[in-house]
């Protein structure tokens, strides 16, 4: 399903136009016009500084010059032509440095809502593209993170989305390129690493045999060959322009790692202002408000509840608990529907169930489970509960009243309800029990049951006809995918084809649609 272009197909453009054009216009209006000096008081100033050092003395002493300097090398790219930019236009005015710095998340944020009504109307049809297009750009989730906050979750939220879509068109030296972008630009992005890791491994190095071939020369052993080839070449293309980009900035693998761990170690409590369990556990024990930036008592993540136990290692256990059966529904089946599933899942989980967890950390969940909550009535339920519950836990941090940040309000109803003890408790309810939900809908056993189904093996009113349809599972590789994978390419090729991956005609059309199987509740 290419981009439309006949009578139909205009009036479906002017409807995305429109809905790109209000999401735009919001986030310039709050950005530029009614809110100029809006941004938390910390992090806008910090990017307009990083920026301009950045412009001084380039890449390379950033580290060494920068002073305190969190972020990644990833991010601070971004960054750099930023201060070049400012430096061109006003000298020395870091006043024009910090109203540049909100302009790459704002253009992410069309771009990826252009994105998501591409992948989505491809496999489930124009309404619900639109769907996904609106969903993303109206939520106050998002324009208030990049007009009003001034982050840029955005912009590595984009790379991650993209990461799952080259994935899901059999692209793996792309999509291990994008995943490795993701976690410079930001650490917490590297929820995407066990879902590229399994789908690559499996796809490229225990892919089943297809045909009964002998063991020495035959067509098996040149598959595997292949395969191999392909995982060394996607292993290299995340490697080496990660290699590249940390040698910009005169760092080395192990010393970016180490340089986020130090990171990490700076925020030693069990949340961060993120309304999770950990909130709940804090407020619970009797922990105090005792600074200015706090939502809810910062509690030491390393002093044992039970002889050596720590939130921090019950935080890694569960974690590590929930990942079991998301990792294992990857391994049965690996179909787009899963893939979006999947991450959502880890995006969420990582927000709900670690500790050290800030209050924006919930942010990808809201792109990467787009696809699902444009096709499915029970996921666009959760997609709304979370956009309520999340976007209160960031307006709750945002309008802290001793930061005075520009646009918050903050009156003493919302302090007696939603942001008192007992309001803090009840968002993190609610957003735990979302999780849970998702980590059900993750289970194996659902995929197991699609994969019956579409084999005949059981009732095919979910499917309808494609349960039973020989082009259907024709259509499907062996792991899941309607597409050639070795045809996929290196790198390169795999960039050229990403266009076409996002608009290029779906291999099965059917009068039921894909919203009956593959992305929307129907289990798979």
């Known amino acids: 399903m290419g981009i439309p272009f006949g009578p139909a197909g205009r009036h479906v453009l002017l409807l995305l136009g429109a809905i790109l054009g209000v999401g735009l216009a919001i986030r310039l209006s709050l950005a530029y016009v009614l809110l100029p ?64 710095v909100k302009l790459p998340a704002i253009l992410a944020d069309g771009v990826l809502a252009f994105v998501a009504w591409l992948v989505v109307r491809r496999q489930a049809g ?48 792309l999509a291990v390129f994008l995943a490795a972008l993701a976690i410079l630009i930001k650490p917490q992005y590297a929820i ?105 008592p910062w509690l030491w993540d390393q002093e044992p509840i039970v002889g050596a136990v720590t939130p921090y290692l019950v935080g890694i256990a569960l974690f590590v608990l929930a990942s079991v059966p998301v990792v294992a529904r990857l391994a049965v089946r690996q179909d787009r529907r899963t893939l979006w599933i999947c991450t959502s899942a880890f995006a969420l989980a990582l927000f709900i169930i670690l500790t050290r967890m800030h209050e924006r950390y919930a942010f990808p969940f809201f792109a990467l489970a787009l696809p699902l909550a444009a096709t499915s009535p029970r996921w666009l339920v959760c997609y709304l509960v979370l956009s309520v519950t999340c976007f209160a836990n960031v307006y709750a941090v945002y309008s802290l009243p001793l930061l005075h940040n520009a646009g918050s309000f903050r009156s003493e109803l919302l302090d007696n309800t939603l942001f008192s003890s007992s309001g803090i408790i009840a968002l993190s309810v609610v957003n735990t029990v979302a999780l849970l939900w998702i980590l059900g809908e993750a289970m194996p056993r659902r995929a197991l049951a699609g994969a019956r189904l579409q084999r005949g ?12 349809s020989p082009r259907w599972q024709s259509s499907e590789d ?43 509740g129907t289990p798979q």
């Not at 301009?52 to 003395?57: F, G």
């Not at 750009?137 to 906050?149: E, G, H, Q, R």
């Not at 093996?457 to 039973?468: F, K, M, N, Q, T």
């Open 192 to 296: 995407v690493a066990p879902v590229v890791a399994v789908v690559v491994l499996r796809r490229h190095l225990f892919q089943p045999p297809e045909a009964s071939a002998d063991s020495t020369g035959g067509p098996l052993d040149r598959l595997r060959r292949l395969g191999s080839l392909r995982l060394a070449t996607s292993l290299l293309a995340g490697a080496l322009p990660a290699y590249a980009i940390l040698a910009l900035f005169q760092q080395t693998p192990f010393e970016f790692i180490e340089h986020m761990r130090k990171t990490a170690d700076q925020y030693p409590y069990a949340s961060m202002n993120a309304f999770n369990p950990w909130a709940v556990f804090s407020v619970a024990v009797g922990a105090e408000v005792t600074h200015p930036l706090q939502a809810v």
């Open 37 to 100: 000096v809006s941004g938390f008081y910390f992090d806008v100033p910090a990017f307009a500084s990083w920026a301009l050092s950045l412009a001084y003395h380039g890449p390379g002493p950033y580290y060494e010059t920068a002073g305190f300097a969190d972020y990644p090398p990833g991010f601070l790219l971004i960054l750099w032509p930023l201060g070049w930019l400012s430096l061109q236009i006003a000298p020395n005015d870091e006043l024009t440095t910090r109203l540049l």
């Open 457 to 468: 093996d059981g009732p095919s009113r979910w499917l309808g006809r494609l349960a039973v």
């Open 478 to 520: 062996g792991v899941g995918f309607g597409v050639q994978l070795a045809s996929g390419g290196k790198l390169l090729q795999g960039l050229r084809s990403l266009p076409q991956s996002l608009v290029r005609s779906p291999q099965l059309k059917s009068s039921v649609g894909v919203t009956r199987g593959e992305l929307d």
């Open 126 to 173: 124009e309404r619900a593209g639109l769907i996904a297009a609106g969903l993303y750009t109206l939520n106050p989730m998002t324009w208030f993170d990049s007009a009003v906050w001034g982050q840029v979750d955005s912009i590595g939220t984009l790379v991650l989305f993209l990461t799952i879509v080259s994935l899901g068109a059999g692209r793996s030296e």
